[in-house]
């Protein structure tokens, strides 16, 4: 293999199709976001973020790539499927209904199953979520009385609802697409593509405030280090490994002695990467958003009052439910008995540790310490942003939980790749040989 990633990439046909495909689905979800939705008053919806930019809608207008601030036909974003999928997890975990249940142990078509009922119950959110959002903005004004939408007639609602509903199954449709026919997470993409879009205006913001001397150098430069750290700490946890030692007994397969070498079974400190920050993010903003859209409520009041970001109330929830996703991801993709019981299958065992159900109780406590410690490290890391604005009066939120996503959804998309460079590169040896395939094992 060659040792310039770049050559490697162009040297592997399958995959130079893959990356270009990816680039422009990425371009068309871009073109659609400033697509904007018929009967918008351009300068007043401009001018109405701009006035809120640094409470929940600004924060919500990073991760759609700035469609929400114009109100275009993206606007909803990917959200409601997410929650869709949130709601879908939890109900199978809970094992409400044994239909669903039934459905995830039919293997492939019990998951295309699956997949349909989550869109349509995504569609469903999309529309209710299209439909409060609309109401909203036909009662919201600009500074000065601008009103937002020309003409507020339940023609208007109806079709703004269905519009915003349809982009939303677009952008699930488009990541379906970069998903299969791609590389990475279609999904995490499309948000990964909505914050990297805002890096240059944040980038502009700071630069803006250095010359305008709202604030000092040395503070810049202070930010620019603190995210330089944060970055590098978000690599190391993200590829970090707890390693468990795996003693493998000496077997006799014909003529040849395999087995009796020490392996390690690998468990990620942060298993579930971005999806818990992605997923606690979609729930916390909901009621948020409800709110800010009806400040006049007594309840929204209520819930900007407590749920406001930077408020202790806010982050102890934030902080609460993306420990809570990081237990219910690895709960849902992590199975401890089925890793015991291929351990004893192969003949293998940890050291000190019978075999069986011992084994599988150890791996459940390693795991639940790492994920602990996980959790806690991008939790403070999602919270950042926060403190970024009391202690410097940063006027932007790239940072925390967009750094957050940034990172994994690189690390991801770089790790698919290399997998891909491994297949291309092993085929070809593979062919010559005459090898038609094999299952190894890890303690030979």
Request: net charge positive; aromatic share 10%; charged share 15%.
């Amino acid at each position: 293999m060659d040792n310039n990633p770049l050559a490697n990439i162009l040297q592997s046909p399958e995959l130079r199709k893959r990356i270009l495909f990816v680039i422009i689905a990425l371009a068309v979800f871009r073109v659609a976001a400033v697509v904007p939705i018929p009967g918008i008053n351009a300068d007043a919806i401009a001018s109405f973020f701009k006035q809120h930019e640094g409470g929940m809608l600004g924060f919500l207008n990073i991760f759609s790539g700035g469609a929400l601030g114009r109100f275009s036909i993206l606007a909803l974003g990917i959200m409601p499927y997410i929650n869709a999928s949130i709601i879908m997890g939890l109900i199978k975990g809970a094992h409400i209904f044994p239909a669903l249940d039934k459905l995830s142990k039919e293997g492939e078509y019990g998951r295309r199953k699956e997949n349909q009922i989550t869109r349509v119950f995504g569609l469903i959110l999309a529309l209710l979520q299209g439909f409060g959002l609309t109401v909203a903005i036909t009662k919201m004004s600009a500074p000065g009385g601008l009103a937002i939408v020309i003409d507020p007639s339940w023609s208007f609602i109806l079709t703004t609802t269905l519009t915003l509903a349809a982009g939303t199954m677009f952008l699930m449709w488009l990541g379906e697409q970069m998903t299969e026919k791609g590389i990475g997470n279609g999904i995490s993409l499309i948000i990964f593509a909505g914050i990297v879009e805002r890096l240059p205006s944040a980038i502009y913001t700071l630069v803006e405030l250095v010359r305008s001397e709202e604030m000092q150098l040395l503070t810049a430069l202070i930010i620019i280090a603190l995210v330089a750290v944060i970055m590098g700490l978000v690599v190391w946890v993200e590829t970090a490994q707890r390693q468990i030692p795996v003693q493998y007994a000496k077997r006799m397969v014909g003529n040849k002695m395999y087995g009796g070498k020490t392996s390690y079974l690998p468990l990620k400190i942060d298993q579930s990467g971005v999806i818990a920050v992605i997923f606690a993010m979609s729930i916390l903003s909901m009621p948020l958003t409800i709110a800010q859209f009806m400040p006049e409520a007594h309840w929204a009041q209520v819930v900007m009052d407590w749920m406001g970001r930077g408020h202790i109330t806010y982050m102890v929830v934030y902080v609460a439910l993306i420990i809570f996703f990081c237990y219910f991801y690895n709960s849902m993709t992590f199975n401890p008995k089925d890793m015991a019981e291929n351990m004893k299958k192969w003949g293998g065992f940890i050291p000190g540790i019978r075999p069986g159900e011992p084994t599988q109780k150890y791996i459940e406590w390693v795991m639940n310490r790492i994920t602990l410690s996980g959790a806690l490290f991008v939790s403070a890391i999602a919270v950042l942003p926060d403190f970024l604005r009391a202690k410097f009066n940063v006027p932007f939120y790239f940072g925390g939980t967009a750094l957050l996503i940034v990172v994994g959804v690189a690390l991801d998309t770089v790790g698919q790749v290399q997998a891909h460079l491994l297949a291309h590169n092993y085929q070809p040896l593979m062919k010559g040989r005459g090898i038609k395939g094999r299952w190894f094992n890890v303690g030979e």
